[in-house]
């Protein structure tokens, strides 16, 4: 590659109406309809796929790009042409991105960010060994071998071979079907679909339905709609990780400006990030019902520059394998094994109030159901709201007790720990040198039991790392320890505990 302005590959002309067919697949196919409808279907169809063509060339026919000694530069636009540069001395993460189309045709997209989440450079799509080496090149090479040519960068020097961190492990299949998150996904996509049914329901389909589950053996009808469930559920989950996670391998390369972190993972797209260790800045450990009580967690990272600050390294995998990989990430184990501080039997009340009030709203959507059955003709079952109180008050009694249990907080010499959850257990470590503010909030009930809302500001991940439910008097003195010099100058004179 000189320093003369150069194009996409080729092959973009092939990708490009597949990629723009399926982001506007309704919309083309109401303009195919209603062309065909005026003109003939025998007309439209060519003129469709003419049209699609051409939406698709003009990336190819108006991206441009170029390196220079200094800076990576893309041109791109039609009529309003527009320049996006950044410094090669900048660039902190390279991603590379291949659907099944790309793969085929062997191109790859590359994103390129410079640290700063709306400065990122997309090129879609270059040659799968181009891509590759202009990967090199960006994060491992120097900025005189770049401006050389991206073909005539080098790799890492043998000395400094790509270090493994993690890699699948197909025994980890056992945790897919245990995810709930996953679940209520897929219900949510069934229920979208369901309601496009909506007016084929009327109140005697509801009625006689209703009619039958009263005289059926209901605890047999729900045993076996469980486990039907239950028999689709599993194999489909275990298809969807192997699909996502399939290949997955986590190294860790020395770059031109220190160490990165690659990962590597999919089937059918597979996706490639590398992340500079510099843009770190912390790790979160989840640990969901189900995965958590088979003994699995999954890991995120804490980082800026990509686009998703908070990507997964590792799936839901063995505890002891997560915990190891968030180590050699972070440098400092402490941060994942240190003892949380409990926040006292007023944050015990906030979760009692919190979840209670939940209670309360489901005895109210029984009521209201109750009231709708009857609207629609079906003998309203009185049962069902005392039912649901019964069953909800104690459930609301654990979960408060569960939620104050997982709930403390840590803070080691580098890292702020930030402990929370109910049903997912989540572990945050955020380094304390990413902290850029603090907001400290109470509401009129905190205010009451004298808690406080401490949110720790950073440029990574999510851009805020919560300790919730702390006693005032702590929630300073933890931003004092974490960051004094930031905020000497608003320390009380007085104890605010």
């Not at 194009?7 to 062309?35: C, E, M, N, W, Y």
């Not at 005026?38 to 063509?53: M, Q, S």
């Not at 709306?118 to 900025?143: F, I, Y």
């Not at 050699?328 to 926040?343: C, F, I, M, Q, S």
Request: hydrophobic share 50%.
């Amino acid at each position: 590659m000189t320093d003369g302005w150069q194009r996409l590959d080729p092959r973009t002309l092939a990708t490009q109406p597949f990629a723009i067919a399926a982001k506007s697949l309704v919309p083309a196919l109401a303009g195919f309809v209603g062309v065909g409808s005026a003109i003939g279907f025998g007309l439209a169809l060519p003129l469709t796929v003419a049209g699609v063509v051409a939406v698709g060339a003009i990336p190819w026919l108006t991206t441009t790009y170029r390196i220079t000694g200094t800076h990576l530069e893309v041109r791109r636009g039609l009529l309003n042409r527009t320049t996006v540069t950044a410094r090669l001395d900048r660039v902190r993460s390279v991603d590379l991105e291949a659907d099944v189309f790309h793969r085929v045709l062997r191109v790859t997209k590359v994103a390129v960010g410079t640290g700063v989440d709306e400065s990122r450079l997309d090129l879609d799509s270059l040659d799968v060994d181009e891509a590759e080496r202009l990967r090199v090149a960006l994060l491992h090479g120097s900025p005189d071998a770049v401006s050389a040519g991206a073909s005539d960068a080098v790799a890492p020097a043998p000395g400094s071979p790509a270090q493994e961190i993690a890699g699948l492990d197909w025994s980890w299949l056992r945790f897919a079907p245990l995810n709930i998150g996953n679940l209520a996904i897929a219900l949510a996509a069934i229920g979208a679909v369901a309601s496009q049914f909506d007016a084929f329901i009327d109140s005697e389909r509801v009625e006689s339905v209703w009619d039958w589950l009263q005289a059926s053996d209901l605890p047999l009808v729900v045993g076996i709609t469980l486990v039907a469930g239950l028999v689709l559920w599993v194999p489909a989950a275990c298809v969807g990780y192997a699909v996502r996670w399939f290949g997955l391998r986590v190294t860790r390369e020395q770059g031109k400006e220190g160490p990165t972190l690659r990962r590597v993972h999919g089937l059918f797209t597979q996706r490639a990030t590398t992340v500079e260790e510099a843009k770190v800045r912390g790790v979160v450990v989840r640990r969901s019902a189900l995965v958590g009580l088979a003994g699995g967690a999954d890991l995120r990272v804490l980082t800026t520059g990509l686009a998703d600050n908070e990507p997964h390294v590792l799936p839901s995998s063995p505890r002891a394998v997560v915990e190891s990989v968030a180590a050699d990430v972070l440098g400092d184990a402490e941060a994942l094994v240190a003892p949380a501080t409990p926040h006292g039997r007023r944050a015990r009340r906030r979760a009692l109030f919190h979840h209670l009030r939940q209670a309360l709203y489901a005895v109210l959507a029984a009521v209201v159901l109750t009231w709708a059955l009857g609207t629609w003709g079906v003998d309203r079952p009185l049962w069902l709201p005392p039912t649901v109180a019964v069953a909800a008050v104690p459930v609301a009694l654990v979960a408060a007790e569960l939620r104050y249990r997982r709930l403390g907080h840590a803070l080691t010499e580098h890292y702020l720990v930030s402990c929370t959850g109910t049903l997912t257990a989540t572990r945050t470590a955020l380094e304390a040198d990413g902290i850029v503010g603090w907001r400290l909030r109470q509401s009129f009930w905190d205010r009451r039991l004298g808690l406080a809302q401490l949110t720790a500001a950073t440029a990574a991940g999510g851009e805020q790392v919560l300790v919730a439910d702390v006693p005032l008097g702590e929630a300073v003195a933890v931003a004092a320890a974490a960051t004094p010099r930031m905020v000497e100058g608003f320390l009380p004179t007085e104890d605010w505990a």
